[in-house]
């Protein structure tokens, strides 16, 4: 599942991009981020997302709504 959602259009460049954001803020003196990925589901798109970034900046990653029922729409 984590290939078919790294290969969407359109989500590494918003994955690098909010990665660039928060190493610019923690070069500025900040000393936590938070970066938030949100999907219809949550449980394939927003999950794989926030464990590339937390990947790519040498940490883990936190599921603030992963536990949370899907809400159909």
Avoid: W
Wanted: charged share 20%.
């Amino acid at each position: 599942m984590q290939d078919i959602v790294l290969n969407t259009p359109g989500i590494r460049q918003a994955i690098h991009n909010a990665v660039n954001n928060a190493r610019e803020r923690l070069a500025t003196g900040h000393r936590t981020v938070s970066i938030a990925f949100g999907c219809n589901g949550g449980r394939h798109r927003a999950p794989t997302a926030a464990n590339k970034a937390a990947a790519d900046l040498g940490t883990t990653a936190t599921y603030r709504d992963i536990t949370k029922p899907v809400i159909n729409r």
